[in-house]
């Protein structure tokens, strides 16, 4: 039996404790559901091992399609899993492709209503978890810079589109749900936190079932039963139409910018600075010129743009050995 000394967190539905890796940890998922900030709790025999088996499968599928996850493995029990200890970014990210939830309060739209594209929200995680602006995000230093807010938003909508794709071919609408990321040892960002319909808003494509924890928010079914018929699902292969991936072709927009290294001495950029001191604009301190890029890709999901993009600019649109490049995606 593991002692209580053991316990390096413990939160509503998870306790953390150590491995014989320094750089790893043992996830144990309790049997027990919360709701409404912990107003509303009910033990429920069999959840535990239900949430860590959901996260396992979805983290690998996260895994196989190159998104960078805390996920090691499964653990020794079914409630367990083995996840790479990382520094928490404290903020909850949601990404919505329909209105449900707070977002219904907040804004007022129809519930179960599309949205045009997925929308992401932050939320800081405190308290009462308010909703925050990236500018607000920035300013309290919860991430090490802008970029590493460009990177959650990217893999959040990669993530997106993975899970959109994944459970629209075994008949469920992915609503909404929410994400946390944190750094490892190295800085590199990873997906962490768990990956269980405590944190999503599933729904049955045809008779619009729950299929998520709104059950046991909203007291509408067995929360167990429903986890256990979701997995169910989530175990099917998908039909083969849906598995090919030229099937399902998106055209995805980005600019690609290149620029000197801050190191090396643009002529390009020096000359133009000495054309605008002649011209009078004595006051102008600094100028880089650099190349911006449009293009359009066609590709199976923004994971694959993106390899396409990033291997584009590295081998064609810029001189890697003296210019930095940036992408940024458009839709
Ligand atoms: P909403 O903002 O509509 O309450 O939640 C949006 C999505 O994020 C839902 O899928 C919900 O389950 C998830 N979510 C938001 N906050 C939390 C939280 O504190 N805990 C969990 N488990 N899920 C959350």
Redesign the pocket.
């Known amino acids: 039996m593991t002692v209580a000394t053991d316990i390096l967190a413990e939160g509503k539905?998870k306790t953390l404790r150590p491995t014989s890796q320094p750089d790893e940890l043992r996830v144990a998922f309790k049997d027990a559901a919360t709701a409404f900030?912990g107003k509303k709790y009910q033990e429920m025999p069999g959840k535990g091992a239900l949430n860590a088996r959901i996260s396992a499968l979805l983290f690998e599928l996260l895994a196989a399609q190159g998104i960078p996850t805390c996920f090691v493995r499964a653990g020794s029990e079914p409630t367990e899993l083995i996840y790479k200890r990382l520094t928490m970014i404290p903020l909850?990210v949601?990404v919505?492709n329909f209105a449900?939830?707070?977002?219904v309060k907040r804004f007022g739209f129809d519930e179960g209503m599309p949205f045009n594209k997925p929308l992401v929200?932050f939320?800081h995680k405190t308290s009462d978890?308010p909703q925050i602006t990236e500018d607000l995000i920035l300013e309290l230093n919860l991430v090490p810079t802008a970029a590493t807010l460009e990177a959650i938003k990217r893999l959040t909508l990669q993530i997106n589109e993975i899970f959109v794709a994944f459970f629209e071919a075994r008949g469920i609408r992915c609503?909404?749900?929410?994400l946390e990321f944190g750094l490892d040892p190295d800085g590199t960002l990873l997906l962490g936190d768990e990956l269980s319909p405590?944190?999503?808003?599933l729904r049955d494509a045809q008779s619009g079932a729950v299929l998520?924890?709104d059950v046991f928010r909203l007291d509408l079914a067995d929360l167990v039963e429903t986890y256990q018929g979701l997995l169910a699902r989530m175990e099917q292969p998908a039909p083969v139409s849906v598995s090919v991936p030229s099937a399902k072709l998106k055209t995805y927009q980005a600019e690609v910018w290149v620029h000197s290294r801050k190191s090396i001495l643009n002529p390009e950029s020096k000359a133009i600075l000495e054309g605008i001191h002649t011209l009078g604009y004595g006051n102008v301190q600094a100028l880089g010129a650099g190349k911006r890029f449009t293009l359009k890709v066609a590709a199976a999901s923004l994971v694959e743009a993106e390899q396409t993009l990033n291997q584009l600019a590295q081998t064609v649109l810029s001189n890697p050995v003296i210019e930095d490049y940036e992408l940024k995606f458009k839709n």
């Open positions: 539905t900030n909850e949601v919505r449900y939830g707070s977002i929200e939320f978890d609503g909404d749900f929410k405590d944190n999503f808003r998520d924890k």
